[in-house]
């Protein structure tokens, strides 16, 4: 019994130094990240020139966005954390914008929402880099109605529709086919067309609490305004970067 347990460990030491060659020669690949470097050179951001209304603001900010190119400008990264305080984040596709705040579309099962369900708190980024801005939007999350859900999902083309029906969101699924042969199935299935909305599927809207506008500036002076709800109207400060 010994001699086994010399002979596993010899090969876990072997093991453990292959593993280590090939981390050093990945790391070894990869560019020195320290030198990485840019400095902000774009206009900065005036208080003067700020809307009194942040929605108008980044409405403004958005359309900077699409005009520049961004590719999928409407992509914004969800934190979410659990009730122990647990933090995740994902990226998520922004798909509504009103005074009541942001929407996106998910499965109502995947981790996210069982987060969003322990704890309704969470935030929102776009990394707008390209114009050396971001935004981050923070504030409990909603369900939006049914009704709503419906009709964004009417609006999906077939196969994202055939999509959702097919996607436990977040499971363990043991290979690719497994979706595949689902999405066949069900393909046949809904071979009329007419897809319905799974019961588990629709949206969220984030209700903003405070919004926070980023402009990079020269030397890491960056320009940063958060505006904080207060009552019907908002507030406007100025942070350090
Ligand atoms: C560009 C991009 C857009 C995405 N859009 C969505 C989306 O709108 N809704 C969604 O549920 N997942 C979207 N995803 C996938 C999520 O990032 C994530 O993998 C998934 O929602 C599961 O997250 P969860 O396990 O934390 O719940 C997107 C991913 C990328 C990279």
């Given amino acids: 019994m010994h001699e086994r347990n010399a002979a596993i460990g010899a090969r876990l030491i072997i093991l453990c130094k292959f593993r280590s060659k090939a981390h050093d020669a990945a790391m070894a690949s990869v560019p020195e990240i320290h030198h990485l470097r840019r400095d902000y050179r774009r206009e900065p951001l005036e208080e003067s020139s700020l809307n009194v209304d942040p929605f108008a603001q980044f409405s403004a900010w958005f359309d900077d966005a699409l005009a520049a190119g961004i590719l999928e400008p409407n992509a914004m990264t969800l934190g ?6 647990l933090v995740s984040c994902r990226t998520v596709l922004l798909k509504g914008i009103d005074a009541r705040g942001f929407v996106f579309f998910t499965n109502y099962g995947s981790r996210k ?3 969003m369900a322990s704890n309704p ?11 050396e801005r971001q935004v981050e939007v923070a504030g ?3 369900k939006i109605s049914e009704a709503e859900s419906l009709e ?5 083309p077939f196969g994202s529709r055939i999509g959702a029906w097919v996607s436990e969101q977040s499971s363990v699924i043991p290979s690719r086919e497994v979706l595949v042969s689902r999405f066949e199935d069900l393909k046949k299935q809904f071979a009329d067309g007419h897809v319905p909305k799974p019961e588990g599927w629709g949206g969220y809207r984030l209700v903003p609490r405070t919004i926070e506008f980023w402009q990079g500036g020269a030397d890491r002076l960056h320009d940063r305004f958060l505006y ?3 009552d019907a109207a908002w507030q406007v400060s100025r942070l350090s970067p």
Avoid: K
Wanted: proline share 6%; charged share 15%.
């Fill in 113 to 115: 929402a069982r987060q």
């Fill in 228 to 230: 904080t709800r207060a």
């Fill in 80 to 85: 979410t954390a659990d009730a122990s305080g």
């Fill in 121 to 131: 708190n969470a935030a929102l980024l776009f990394p707008w880099i390209t114009l």
């Fill in 140 to 142: 409990p999350i909603e």
């Fill in 152 to 156: 964004y999902f009417l609006s999906r």
